[in-house]
């Protein structure tokens, strides 16, 4: 196989371009909903759809651009490898984080108060969380060697060195239950400051992904947000903001945001 090929390893009747229109919300709706029914059946398309759609939001957030109003247009080029590809994407993301990270104490102060992270001006900060968390879901699940910085074979030391670096007590909830299992973490820039990330794992391979991160105000509302076939169910507890994504069904990972909830010292009883 040629791995300089673009359309290598794509299920038969799609290529690049046609994934690319998929993206964009270019195709009608029966065609659609056949993308939709290959991409179940191959991870390889699946994750390549996940990485533009983890682009897209990321370069949206970082430029401000409305999410529906007009459409990113992604341009595919059939020369470059897919190597050089996606380390272009991994430095747009790597880039635009660095400069949220760098900024976000100053933008408030430089524009009136009138700036809120990632959700532009005037946005909802704990909307811009949720999808930082999505992104964070959309880069790093599909990797199978490196998904995380530190294994849960050393689960003792990863909670310490987040807890140290959020500069707050973190825990771990178990999602045995669930027939999920930890993978690991890695620490990931936030909106004002460092964030971590858990994933887990269950034994097809699915995975779930739990981040966490200051908050500058305190809320108690419990929501969803969705991006294609992902969701992510966001709530704040004690000035810190938790999301839970995945691309499994609505009420399944309701149940276990719940539980995660709880777990953590929140009160999800009041989102019944």
């Given amino acids: 196989m040629n791995n300089d090929d673009p359309d290598s390893g794509l299920p ?31 991870s390889q398309a ?22 529906h109003d007009e459409p990113v247009f992604i341009v595919v080029r059939p020369s470059p490898p897919w190597w050089r590809r996606a380390g272009l994407a991994a430095c747009w993301l790597a880039a635009g984080a660095g400069l949220a990270l760098a900024l976000g104490p100053l933008a408030p102060r ?32 599909p990797e199978r060697r490196h998904p995380v910085e530190i294994a849960a074979s050393e689960e003792e030391h990863l909670i310490n060195w987040l807890s140290k670096r959020l500069n707050r007590p973190l825990s771990v909830p178990s ?15 936030g909106e004002a400051g460092p964030a971590a990330q858990f994933m887990y794992e269950n034994r097809s391979g699915a995975r779930l992904t739990l981040y966490i991160t ?26 810190m903001g938790y999301a839970l ?18 777990a953590l010292g929140g009160k999800p009883e009041s989102w019944q």
């Fill in 110 to 141: 430089l524009t009136g108060g009138a700036w809120d992270g990632l959700s532009g001006f005037g946005g909802n900060p704990v909307a811009s969380f949720a999808r930082r968390a999505d992104i964070a879901y959309a880069v790093y699940t």
């Fill in 245 to 262: 994504s995945g691309p499994i069904a609505e009420g399944k990972l309701r149940s276990i945001a719940i539980e995660v909830c709880g």
């Fill in 12 to 42: 038969e009747g799609l290529d690049l371009r046609a994934l690319s229109a998929f993206v964009d919300g270019e195709l009608p709706a029966g065609q659609r909903a056949a993308v939709e029914a290959q991409l179940a059946q191959h």
């Fill in 175 to 189: 999602l045995q239950e669930y027939g999920y299992s930890l993978v690991g973490g890695r620490l990931l820039p």
């Fill in 214 to 239: 200051g908050i500058s105000r305190d809320e108690t509302a419990f929501r969803l947000f969705r991006d294609g076939n992902r969701r992510t169910f966001y709530w704040v507890s004690d000035r």
């Fill in 46 to 67: 699946a994750a390549q759809v996940a990485a533009w759609r983890a682009q897209k939001s990321a370069l949206q957030a970082m430029c401000g651009a409305p999410e």
